[in-house]
């Protein structure tokens, strides 16, 4: 069955980085469309960031452009996000999630994804 594991959350300063990783199984992941969504207490799901299959087209959330990459290695079936200058507001669980395809319309909507990571804890302290 398919299986996304994501990793490499923790607490981390306001202003530092992590990454993020998310490998994929049981899926052919190059066909496959990816993405990061966040949730914080209290609050819906909300879209972060997400990849195409091929790694060629990336979209971000205004909250995190410029800020945030997304990345992905199709040789080792895994996600990334690189994420830099980190506020506060950007704590969460953040969530890997794939996609037979997506469009420009509907990748921030939760439901247009098919498979879901168990999320990674994110806690930016000021």
């Known amino acids: 069955q398919v299986q996304l594991v994501e990793s490499g959350g923790g607490l981390v300063q306001a202003g530092g980085f992590l990454r993020l990783s998310c490998a994929a199984s049981g899926l052919t992941f190059s066909r496959y469309a990816m993405g990061w969504f966040r949730q914080a207490p209290g609050k819906e799901r909300e879209f972060v960031s997400a990849?195409?299959?091929?790694?060629?087209?990336?979209y971000y959330a205004d909250s995190v452009k410029g800020r945030f990459t997304i990345s992905r290695d199709n040789a080792k079936n895994t996600v990334y996000l690189q994420m830099n200058s980190l506020k506060p507001e950007d704590t969460a669980v953040y969530y890997c999630?794939?996609?037979?395809?997506?469009?420009?319309?509907?990748?921030?909507?939760?439901?247009?994804?098919?498979?879901w990571g168990q999320g990674t804890q994110v806690t930016v302290s000021l």
């Open positions: 999630t794939s996609a037979r395809q997506i469009t420009i319309p509907t990748m921030r909507i939760p439901g247009e994804y098919d498979y």
């Open positions: 990849i195409s299959g091929s790694g060629r087209s990336t």
